[in-house]
């Protein structure tokens, strides 16, 4: 097959920014349409129904009803929003019900989690094998777990003689595991339920599922593709993925350079240069309750979860503090850290927000000095770009994207002509980051090159068109596609 077209794209996606996000996915889902609009490609989002964002959408269309559809009837709708091209699975026994997009008010996972995904993914199937008159898709693309069994659904379909599948691995820490007895509620077949299929020690994995049965596998920075191919970040799929080595490819995220831009961010006092982020700082110190230091004003923005590294910062923060340095932490997450974090708050010279605040977020990264994110593992990792875009310089542990968007200063690249846009530590462990919270303290008493370094960050690119050309291209690759 070799035509020249628009090559159509069906992303499946439990989360989309702006509608609905709890993390980098959805920033991701809801970026990359417009940054493919470019480079040929005409991709539509398919998104569960959550009541929170449904009564937003204009004018939604009814595309197909669904009398049985995993315990209940549902339709499929059709509506624009904020650029996106949506198709909504509108199943309120699945979706409509108070709480998070995947935990209850209990905070714990809804027990039908794998029942609640596998229908969108079964409705992304029916999509790929002509549900809708007027649009097939050629390349249909799922998005971590939740969205890892449309590529299985549409290789035991007909539609897998045209239709190709992509999945992201965003974060393989979750795997959508199922017990075995679920297998005839997820319409998945007995026959896949082994060891080469998607069984996992006993239970049915619907991330395998996608692992196994997708035409290519993305994840979201080229270190971290090399990393889950190590037991150390497989987290015990480094089997399969060493399996599908060749179809893997890490191509790292973009940030949408409308919304995170210090010159016209309306949340925040816009500048072009690092110096001009000066009366910014004021805002976020007077919002913070923050005295005026000598030594640099630290951010975070995070969930606060063992993944992202924040006890390490915990046990390195009397560095910071000793060096007349602050820190402003915006994060919600598990209640330990949340308390510890409530605690450290009793030093002037730190302030904590717990929750969740997309503007307060804008307005942490354009008044900072830096932004720390010491993660163990980072897959990709946003907020380090974000700071990178705002020159607010990343301190990074040495993982994942965030070990490909830093460039550490050190000596070679604070010589000459310096390159260095931010700090990295290794390894990612207390002491190391104690040693890179000096060398910033140390970095910022130089004020020339701190600007410096800050006029490099800002210059870095970190927008969508390297890495939307690249799934073009893989779209295109797939479907024998050209332009
Ligand atoms: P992850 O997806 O693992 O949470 P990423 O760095 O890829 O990490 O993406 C996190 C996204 O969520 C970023 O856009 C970040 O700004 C946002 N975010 C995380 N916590 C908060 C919070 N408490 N308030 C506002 N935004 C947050």
Request: charged share 20%.
């Amino acid at each position: 097959m070799d035509r020249c077209a628009v090559t159509r794209v069906l992303s499946v996606t439990s989360e989309c920014a702006p509608l609905v996000k709890t993390g980098g996915l959805a920033d991701v889902a809801g970026a990359l349409p417009g940054a493919l609009i470019g480079q040929g490609v005409r991709m539509r989002t398919l998104l569960p129904g959550y009541p929170d964002f449904l009564w937003k959408l204009r004018d939604p269309r009814v595309r197909a009803e669904l009398p049985e559809c995993f315990g209940g009837p549902a339709r499929l709708l059709e509506a624009r929003h904020a650029g996106l091209d949506l198709l909504i699975l509108d199943a309120p026994h699945l979706f409509d019900r108070e709480g998070g997009l995947y935990l209850g008010l209990d905070g714990r996972d809804w027990p039908d989690n794998p029942e609640r995904f596998a229908a969108l993914c079964w409705v992304a199937s029916k999509i790929a094998n002509g549900l809708l008159s007027d649009w097939q898709p050629d390349i249909v693309h799922g998005h971590d777990w939740q969205g890892a069994l449309a590529p299985y659904f549409i290789a035991r379909s007909p539609a897998a003689k045209q239709v190709r599948t992509v999945l992201t691995i965003h974060n393989i820490a979750f795997q959508g595991l199922a017990p075995a007895a679920r297998l005839s509620a997820l319409r998945l077949a007995p026959a896949d339920f082994t060891s080469e299929g998607f069984e996992y020690y006993g239970k049915i994995s619907m991330l395998k599922a996608g692992l196994i049965f997708a035409d290519r596998i993305t994840t979201v920075s080229p270190t971290y593709a090399d990393e889950l191919l190590t037991p150390e970040f497989g987290m015990g799929l480094e089997g399969v993925l060493q399996q599908r080595r060749s179809d893997l490819i890490g191509i790292l995220n973009g940030i949408d350079l409308d919304v995170w831009s210090p010159e016209k961010d309306a949340h925040i006092i816009p500048y072009h240069n690092p110096v001009g982020k000066r009366p910014n700082k004021a805002v976020l110190r007077a919002e913070f309750r923050l005295p005026e230091t000598v030594g640099p004003l630290c951010i975070v923005v995070s969930r606060l979860t063992a993944q992202k590294g924040l006890d390490l910062l915990l046990k390195a923060l009397p560095v910071l503090l000793d060096h007349g340095g602050q820190l402003a932490l915006l994060g919600t997450g598990d209640p330990e850290l949340e308390a510890a974090f409530a605690k450290a708050a009793e030093h002037p010279n730190v302030s904590v927000r717990i929750g969740y605040d997309e503007w307060l977020a804008h307005r942490m990264i354009a008044g900072a000095d830096a932004i720390l994110v010491p993660s163990r593992f980072e897959p990709c990792g946003l907020t380090q770009l974000y700071g990178l875009r705002y020159g607010t310089l990343p301190l990074v542990a040495l993982t994942g994207g965030l070990a490909d968007t830093v460039i550490p200063a050190t000596p070679a690249t604070l010589a000459g002509n310096v390159v260095a846009t931010g700090l990295q530590f290794h390894p990612i462990q207390a002491p190391a980051l104690s040693n890179a919270l000096a060398r910033l303290c140390a970095l910022y008493r130089q004020r020339e090159l701190w600007h410096r370094m800050g006029r490099n960050a800002m210059a870095h690119p970190v927008g969508w068109d390297h890495s939307a050309a690249a799934y073009a291209a893989l779209y295109k690759s797939l479907s024998g596609i050209t332009q």
